[in-house]
């Protein structure tokens, strides 16, 4: 099978991991996923088509660097910003890729992203539209949620989809690695949902179900007058244990 036809294949596997209705990280045509092509390109959910039953047709090709080169623009109407969208397609019979084809481009271009999965779990939202949600990003309460969604999330403020959306995430995430040098698994868009980022599409999962099982334990630890964090210390332990690492690799993490 051609490179690009397993990448996509990957992709579609993927997808409908995280579309999956009992999941509730996604209904009708939220969320979106890409994953880095070949040849400065990267595939990207299409506008509008729907994650759990995601086709071939409902996934877009385009060109990495006009959708980057558009998060320099400081105001971009809708039109230009839709005019961007098809520009960037590597086949113009392709259907418009999804609106946030520009975060997915700036994320894929960080050391060690092939996959990014955005979603809008329950669990999560819950915190993101409460007054927990820096808490949540920045502390972590159980051992397997450093394993598999890093020692911190980016918490990143409410801002229109789309452009505006993508240049924050660019801001928060450029602070992010000249502090803890490395990009995070877990992005957290404030009232909004998650994004998970990750080399192999069973990382992008893996952090996605983590970080919702977290967020699940978060809200009934409050309910119970908590929750107790692990301390900084027991974090960077775990998340520099070389056993741990090992479970990473074999985890495909
Ligand atoms: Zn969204």
Redesign the pocket.
């Known amino acids: 099978m051609p490179a690009v036809a397993l990448l996509l294949d990957r992709l579609l596997e993927l997808s409908r991991q995280l579309g999956r209705e009992e999941r509730k990280l996604a209904i009708l045509g939220?969320?979106?996923t890409s994953a880095r092509a070949g040849e400065g390109t990267l595939l990207v959910k299409a506008s509008g088509s729907n994650l759990a039953t995601l086709t071939p047709a409902g996934v877009t090709e385009c060109r990495l660097d006009g959708l980057i080169a558009m998060l320099q623009e400081r105001s971009l109407t809708d039109a230009q910003v839709d005019e961007g969208l098809f520009t960037s397609r590597v086949d113009p019979k392709a259907m418009k890729p999804s609106v946030?084809a520009v975060f997915h481009a700036f994320l894929l271009t960080l050391p060690g992203v092939n996959f990014v999965g955005?979603t809008?779990p329950v669990a999560v939202n819950r915190l993101l539209c409460s007054g927990h949600a820096s808490a949540f990003a920045r502390r972590r309460i159980f051992p397997d949620e450093v394993v598999c969604c890093g020692p911190e999330s980016v918490l990143v403020p409410y801002a229109d989809?789309g452009l505006k959306l993508a240049q924050a995430i660019r801001r928060a995430l450029l602070a992010h690695i000249r502090r803890a040098g490395l990009p995070p698994r877990i992005i957290l868009?404030q009232n909004?949902?998650l994004i998970s980022l990750g080399a192999t599409p069973e990382a992008v999962l893996a952090a996605t179900l983590m970080a919702v099982k977290a967020a699940e334990i978060f809200t009934g630890a409050a309910a119970l007058g908590g929750p107790r964090f692990l301390s900084r210390s027991q974090v960077a332990r775990i998340a520099g244990r070389p056993d741990e690492h090992y479970r990473q690799k074999v985890l495909g993490l």
Do not use: A, D, I
């Open positions: 939220e969320g979106n946030e955005h809008h989809p868009l909004h949902g």
